[in-house]
């Protein structure tokens, strides 16, 4: 409890510390960045520390921590000191905003750290490694930090957020796995924050193009006044808690719907099931059948397996599709999660860009960019700390940010050949920006990436994106068809189709394009790839082309979205009809941001990028995750738009519909915290801190990782076993370097085995060994400090345990738990 209000209060306190700055940058906005001001300062806070460090010009302490935030500090107050009129006045003037957003943000926070405390397990999955990070950033006096998996080397990852929860955590003084629970928390509240302040300040745009009627009485329209403030809940709700329609999916197969007894053999039988093909859901539900709650085994893990990929043998590939809420619910701290309210910050610096916000001039190299060097300089902090956070965000963002730009200047200057130059002039330079800002981070990392390849034999089948996706696709397929029959927002549907079918069909022709480069490039691997497959280059071509055929649904659905996107987005002029934007309303930006969404949704039909998984599972997961994060804002506003504009008929159908489509999206989150936290009656009460449970299930084990956290830093030698087990615990609990932690992890994270050599052999060795000048000579080689024995290394491997007894000093035993030091 306590740690739960030390870090309210740190962040509350950072927020209106920031908000100065935030409001000059957000000009443009309605709150003026009032509801991201605490993304943004922990974003500026967090890059000002990290540079420090890395620069040697701080600490990996308190010192420098407070230091990093005297800067933010000072740039707030020498931002607003002139502002100082106009921000008491915005106060003043917008109470009802500032309480609505206080509450939700606490109510947030609280909320999931309720959840967090009824459930605060980190085994299992990536939260291990997510802890190693917390811990090993923690350890480090300096930056780069130092990889708890790999002595000697510094981490090779995006990390940004771990040192953004190392901070918080040494402030407040928690422990990491008390930190890791309340970061997750305060991800969760953050992310609510700030899609409540987008959809807020789109629906606070007033223009006439927003507003199409159907059946709308116009004394009644003329006299509604707008509420932003509750219809901006439906951001949260949409982007954090509605889920995919997996769980009705799950009650109604539970419950036997479809299942048919053959009265002759007593089996049960489904056509449906079995066409709908979705793993567990296609094998027969326990007998007999029952309805909730769910008690199929690891249930609620399915509804992020949705998508099913086979290979042309049958042979089944999982695909992973997460969404916010199964994250949350998982308790993970993955790089994805914790780019969730960076990201929304990115999309409040378009939404601002896109209004006009940073209206003015910043000359670069005799190149002028439209927009002042404050806007520009925040924009490349922001697109660079995403790419710091979680790499695959920045194209996302950085696509989002310029089209937003280009948007702007055509309606300044309308379209041609020159908002081509302003798309470029201002790519180029915010690219290398946003790059250089970071630029120590890129000189340790490497990447498993390896280009793009081309994606024939997976396409998705359209039920399984309608499970998936479906949730967000009728609310805006809603708003689309409202766009349309009101008959005011004129369209293009000439260039809307041109544009969707032509960029399909780009893909489509960079699937065979990249194919047939390969097949020269890499002739062996495509030939050997090819046999794995029984077939030759012709017949695999046929094959797969006729399964995309067949699986056409999901096609017809994307372009269903994209063409109408594009043919609102861009307007035709009646004189020459080329294409303009007729207003800078916030449906041309909620229309830009479903044609991006559709984007990253339909590209793995076509490629993915390469990297050690061999197949699109990584890509989609990737893509899918930022897809959701804009198709949630884009269904809220949409649900919003037509929940304030629609009269008659067409408002008692839409709030039907929309009734339904929340009650089924909110079956995930309910049933789902029942399952995890038993409902919500912990076996062991309630607790953030993970360490709780290490202590109860092994006393002699936790003793050992209380004494090493206060032991001078070393290198540790632990058993070395396979990811995603009960190894390299000691290095994830203390942030002491081990020789080797996850194998296969290390390999991701640096694209390479080579630097774990032998590693692995030698640590067996290492204990195996009864001659003690083998065992020294490996001790000197890795540097190792600390040999500990435990449970764990008795069983996994043969112990001679000898050796050490005579040659070196036993620092800390206990039970069966004993730990020497080498010399």
């Known amino acids: 409890m306590t740690a739960f209000f030390a870090w309210y209060i740190i962040i509350t306190l950072l927020g209106w510390l920031t908000f100065p700055l935030a409001y000059a940058l957000f000009p443009a906005l309605k709150d003026r960045g009032y509801t991201v001001a605490r993304a943004a300062g922990l974003l500026i806070w967090g890059y000002a520390f990290w540079l420090l460090a890395s620069l040697g010009a701080a600490q990996n302490d308190v010192g420098g921590i407070l230091f990093a935030l005297a800067i933010l500090v000072g740039l707030s107050i020498w931002t607003g000191i002139s502002r100082k009129a106009e921000i008491e006045d915005f106060l003043q003037s917008n109470r009802s905003l500032i309480i609505t957003a206080e509450v939700l943000f606490f109510a947030a926070f609280a909320f999931l750290a309720f959840v967090r405390s009824a459930n605060p397990d980190l085994t299992g999955t990536e939260r291990p490694m997510e802890l190693a990070f917390i811990n090993g950033i923690l350890r480090s006096p300096t930056f780069p930090p130092q990889d708890p998996w790999l002595s000697g080397y510094a981490i090779s990852y995006y990390y940004f957020g771990y040192v953004m929860t190392a901070m918080l955590a040494r402030l407040s003084g928690i422990n990491g796995s008390t930190a890791h629970n309340l970061m997750t928390s305060l991800i969760f509240a953050l992310g609510a924050i700030g899609s409540y302040g987008i959809l807020y300040n789109l629906l606070s745009i007033n223009t006439r193009s927003d507003s199409p009627n159907i059946d709308v009485d116009e004394n009644q329209a003329a006299k509604q006044t707008p509420r932003p403030h509750g219809f901006a809940l439906l951001a949260p709700l949409f982007l954090l808690l509605i889920s995919n329609f997996g769980t009705l999916l799950e009650i109604l197969h539970q419950g036997g719907v479809f299942w048919v007894k053959d009265p002759e053999t007593g089996q049960y039988s489904s056509r449906f099931w079995t066409w709908l093909d979705m793993q567990e859901l296609s094998q027969v539900p326990a007998i007999p059948f029952h309805w909730p709650p769910l008690d199929r085994y690891l249930w609620w893990w399915r509804s992020s397996r949705v998508i099913q990929d086979y290979d042309m043998l049958g042979g089944h590939r999982e695909v992973i599709d997460e969404f916010p809420f199964f994250s949350f619910l998982l308790g993970d701290l993955h790089p994805h999660v914790l780019a969730i309210p960076f990201g929304l910050l990115a999309i409040s610096v378009a939404l601002n860009l896109f209004l006009g916000g940073w209206r003015g001039g910043t000359n670069l190299f005799g ?457």
């Open 367 to 823: 190149v002028r960019l439209h927009i002042n060097t404050r806007g520009f300089l925040f924009a490349a902090l922001v697109l660079g700390g995403l790419a710091f956070l979680n790499t695959w965000d920045i194209l996302v963002a950085a696509a989002l940010i310029v089209s937003a730009y280009v948007f702007w200047r055509a309606h300044e200057e309308g379209w041609d050949w020159y908002r081509l130059e302003d798309l470029f002039m201002l790519a180029i330079p915010l690219g290398i920006l946003s790059l250089l800002l970071y630029f120590p981070f890129y000189l340790g990392f490497s990447s498993q990436a390896g280009g793009v390849l081309p994606n024939f034999m997976y396409p998705t089948r359209g039920v399984h994106l309608w499970v998936m996706w479906g949730t967000l696709l009728i609310p805006i397929f809603g708003y689309l068809l409202y766009l349309w029959r009101g008959e005011k927002v004129p369209s293009n549907w000439k260039l809307g189709f041109s544009l969707g079918l032509g960029f399909t069909f780009l893909l489509f022709l960079a699937t065979f394009v990249i194919g047939w480069i390969g097949s020269i490039v890499e002739k062996d691997f495509v030939e050997y790839f090819l046999s794995t497959q029984g077939m030759n280059a012709a017949q695999y071509i046929s094959a797969t082309s006729l399964r995309r055929l067949t699986y056409i649904g999901s096609l017809i659905t994307l372009l269903a979205v994209l063409i109408p996107s594009l043919s609102f987005l861009f307007t035709s002029q009646a004189a020459n009809d080329e294409p303009v934007v007729n207003s800078l309303s916030s449906t041309k930006f909620i229309l830009l941001i479903i044609t991006l969404g559709s984007v990253l949704v339909l590209a793995p039909e076509f490629v993915y990028l390469r990297d050690q998984f061999g197949y699109r599972i990584n890509t989609v997961f990737k893509f899918y995750y930022q897809a959701w994060m804009l198709w949630s804002l884009a269904a809220a506003f949409g649900a919003a738009m037509l929940l304030q504009n629609l009269r008659g008929t067409a408002n008692i159908v839409f709030r039907v519909v929309i009734g339904m489509v929340i009650f089924v999206g909110l079956l995930y989150p309910i049933f789902g915290l029942i399952t995890k936290t038993n409902n919500f009656k912990p076996w062991f009460g309630f607790t953030l801190d993970d360490f709780d449970r290490v202590k109860r299930e092994n006393p002699d084990e936790a003793a050992a990782i209380e004494f090493l956290l206060t032991a001078p830093d070393g290198v540790i030698a632990e058993a070395i076993g396979d990811g995603y087990s009960g190894y390299a615990r000691i290095s994830m609990l203390t942030g002491m370097q081990t020789v080797l932690g996850w194998p296969g992890h290390e390999a991701q994270w640096r694209g390479t085995s080579e630097p774990q050599g032998s590693r692995r052999e030698d640590i067996a060795r290492l204990y195996a060994t009864s001659r003690w000048e083998e065992a020294k000579s490996i001790i000197e080689q890795y540097n190792i400090r600390y040999i500990y024995i435990g449970t764990l290394e008795r069983v996994s491997m043969p112990v001679n345990e000898e050796k050490f007894q005579l040659y070196l000093t036993p620092v800390f035993q206990q039970g069966g738990v004993v730990i020497y030091e080498a010399p």
